[in-house]
């Protein structure tokens, strides 16, 4: 695999398509050549586009398709177009997983960290109502993947139940602490429906700070991980 830190163009790695939005956008993520061990999720929420920002300007680094990571890297395209949170029929995505606690209640988000909750979106009418979620539940299934990161913002934090090696590891990269637990409920959330199958998922938090400052501080170190996955 080729690595240049200095790579400022196009994602030069090949796409695969995996489904469709509400609004026609096609929803793709990026194989691996081998038997997935990681996969890499950003902008599940639209208004975190900066998760998408930061893990493109890490895969701008490498030329070849990795070996055993895959990544998503725009989960919910129409919200990140339109500036919305939820998708184009106002779900929240993060909410619409069939888990034991999934529940039909309003979403309540804040428009900025400090303030709050004055923000409601659907949860879906059921579990898994809207097809970003069905088909990314499909492609988890196929994929197969030993663990999921999750990239979020901007509470700044690395969210897990269990300071596993992947914990470990972001922390370092990130300079970030680990909380166990948010500290509030998130049903039908997509690290709950990985945790009830036993599957590792990792909520990178990232905090709040300009793209440009994101990159500065964090890129060549992000790329340096991924590409330290491999090992």
């Known amino acids: ?8 163009g196009i994602i030069r790695l090949p796409f695969s398509e995996y489904g469709r939005s509400v609004l026609g956008a096609p929803l793709r993520y990026i194989p ?4 997935c061990r990681l996969l890499v999720m950003a902008g599940i929420h639209g208004e975190e586009p900066e998760t998408t920002f930061l893990l493109s300007r890490a895969l701008r680094a490498f ?13 919910n395209p129409d919200g990140v177009a339109l500036g919305t949170r939820g998708n184009a029929n106002g779900v929240d995505l ?3 997983f069939k888990t034991l606690n999934f529940s039909t209640e309003k979403v309540g988000s804040r ?6 909750r004055d923000t409601l979106l659907s949860p ?5 109502s809207e097809p970003e979620t069905q088909t ?4 988890v299934e196929r994929l197969k993947p030993a663990s999921v990161l999750a990239m979020h913002a901007p509470m700044g934090c690395i969210d897990a139940p269990q300071k596993t090696k992947l914990v470990e590891d972001l922390m370092g990269v990130f300079n970030l602490p680990w909380l166990p637990d948010i500290g509030y409920t998130t049903p039908g959330s997509f690290g709950t429906w990985c945790g009830e199958r036993n599957l590792e998922c990792v909520t990178l938090e990232l905090p709040r700070m300009s793209l440009e400052h994101l990159f500065d501080r964090y890129g060549k170190a992000f790329a340096e991980f991924l ?5």
């Open 136 to 139: 990314l539940v499909s492609l």
């Open 63 to 75: 030329d070849e398709p990795f070996d055993s990571v895959s990544f998503i890297l725009c989960a």
């Open 32 to 35: 691996c050549r081998g038997q």
């Open 1 to 8: 695999m080729h690595f240049s830190p200095n790579s400022r």
């Open 94 to 96: 993060n909410r619409n």
């Open 124 to 128: 879906g009418a059921v579990p898994g």
């Open 111 to 116: 428009s900025i960290l400090e303030s709050d």
């Open 227 to 231: 590409q330290g996955y491999e090992v």
